[in-house]
């Protein structure tokens, strides 16, 4: 009898949230208006798929000038460094946003704050920003990105930290060791795996923010992506969409793999 009063509450707030999202679902197609396919949709569409299945093999690599494997270097450099300034940047915040590194609760707050603040813009917004400040091409790209990416490498790195074993530390401290050496002798060894582990993770992300920011002029494979689309080239940008799906799955194999022997 007891479990099934218990059972029943349950029901009933499953059923509520069942029906509040299927609510959200209706009212977010009904706000999409449809006006039906152009006359050449058919055509167009066929003409793209023809472009995308008959890739140019003769772009993968030009002696004379940009092709897919230049601009497939420029975007993993972009990642590469972008990531890289991000790991080492973000370590500040991270120690700063961990609950654990403070005595006081609003220290960590006002430092998950800053987190927050700097992944509220996303990276093409900044690439925007950068374009305008120091102008178009891979630098304005490795700011955005690294910039961007301490939001979310802060927040992984702070929640790494506040999960580390006490233990250490308090042999540590009771052994008389002063902060400094606590943080480089029972922190740092813990916590830095983790650290190598999100770096990874956020560095395959970047590789395909890399790809996009290219679209708005902040370098890398995605410059002539956008120029190939507003020429209609379709077999060009088969090319290059299967050159990007190539890096892309590639770097996520190996980086897996790295992953899986740091944790």
Partial sequence: MNQTTTKKPFRIRF??????????YLWSFLGIKFEGLTENAGRDFATILR??????????????????????????AISIIGTFISAFLCVPFAF???NN???????????KFM????????????????IKAVGPGAYAGVLALGLHSIGML??????AIENLDLGPTEALTACGANRLQVLWFAVIPQVLPHFFSFALYRFEIN?????????IGAGGIGAPLILALEAR???????????????????????????????
């Fill in 207 to 215: 590789i395909r923010s890399a790809s996009i920011l290219g679209l």
């Fill in 115 to 130: 987190l927050s603040f700097i992944r509220t813009f996303p990276e093409i917004i900044m690439a925007i920003i950068f």
């Fill in 233 to 263: 080239a379709w077999n060009r940008v088969g090319i290059i969409l299967l050159g990007i799906i190539v890096m892309v799955t590639i770097i996520d194999i190996i980086s897996s793999a790295i992953r899986k022997r740091l944790v």
């Fill in 96 to 98: 700063w946003a961990a």
């Fill in 101 to 111: 590194m403070s005595r006081f609760r609003w220290v960590s707050g006002s430092g």
């Fill in 154 to 159: 802060g927040k992984l790195y702070s929640e």
């Fill in 15 to 24: 059923w509520l949230v069942a029906i509040i999202i299927l609510a959200i």
């Fill in 51 to 76: 472009g995308l299945f008959n890739p140019d093999w003769g772009y993968v690599y030009m002696p004379e000038g940009e092709d897919l494997i230049r601009g497939l270097l420029d975007t993993l």
